[in-house]
């Protein structure tokens, strides 16, 4: 069964340029996460998707980010415009069901660099 | 919401050493508790998970036991081996009865032969 699988690993942009990050989750994973690392800072939550829906967007940090999943299936993050402190690693995960017992699959991360 | 603060890392060891890597909670009620791990060049994966007060989680020769008198949740391995380098994020939900988790720093963890 394949994993969680995002798309860029990395990438490096410009200030004021737009990123477009995927996610993939497990199939059949209703619920889909998007997380932030900042420098080795906490993972901070974005937000939550049950399928198409947004569940929960209270961790999104402004209107320069941008989440969807049509179709309840892979997911896309933008980020427009870019600014400096945007750099990090974006983590996706899924869960099955509820997703109540507590483990999240996670992908491997994209790592956004803005210079 | 529910937060977790976990030690500063690195942690540096040698080979069969004994670990532990500290984390206490703030929560409403009693949440679920959770140590996941992210090896080199990986996504995190759960390493353990403890759903209730006294429950010991184990996976892997690590122990995490979940004491509400201390609010803590502290990672045991009575001796590591190099394969155990990662990071390690201790994590709870963000909210009662919710699937989304919030993390700790995470603690980077460096086993020498």
């Known amino acids: 069964e394949a994993g969680v699988t995002q798309f860029p690993s990395h990438s490096v942009i410009e200030k004021g340029q737009t990123v477009t990050l995927r996610c993939d989750p497990i199939s059949g994973h209703d619920n889909l996460y998007w997380y932030r690392r900042v420098m080795g800072k906490e993972i901070k939550f974005l937000l939550h998707?049950?399928?198409?829906?947004?569940?929960?967007e209270s961790g999104m940090p402004n209107n320069r980010f941008l989440a969807e999943r049509t179709g309840g299936t892979y997911s896309t993050l933008k980020v427009q415009p870019a600014e400096l402190e945007d750099s990090g690693v974006y983590f996706c995960?899924?869960?099955?069901?509820?997703?109540?017992?507590?483990?999240?699959?996670f992908g491997e991360g994209s790592r956004l660099t803005v210079l | 919401g529910n937060s977790v603060t976990q030690m500063e890392g690195p942690v540096t060891l040698s080979e069969e050493a004994f670990l532990t890597i500290n984390c206490t909670y703030t929560?409403?009620?009693?949440?679920?508790l959770f140590w996941y791990v992210q090896y080199p060049g990986e996504g995190l994966q759960l390493l353990l998970k403890?759903?209730?007060?006294?429950d010991k989680g184990s996976n892997k020769g690590f122990e995490a036991t979940y004491r509400k008198e201390t609010t803590s949740f502290h990672l045991e391995k009575g001796s590591v081996q190099v394969s155990d380098s990662a990071v390690y994020f201790c994590?709870?939900?963000?909210?009662?009865?919710?699937?989304?988790?919030?993390f700790g720093k995470g603690t980077m963890l460096l086993v020498s032969p």
């Open positions: 403890a759903t209730k007060a006294d």
């Open positions: 995960a899924s869960s099955q069901g509820e997703g109540r017992t507590g483990e999240l699959f």
């Open positions: 998707f049950v399928k198409e829906s947004k569940q929960d």
């Open positions: 929560a409403t009620g009693y949440p679920s």
């Open positions: 994590a709870l939900p963000l909210n009662s009865g919710y699937s989304t988790l919030t």
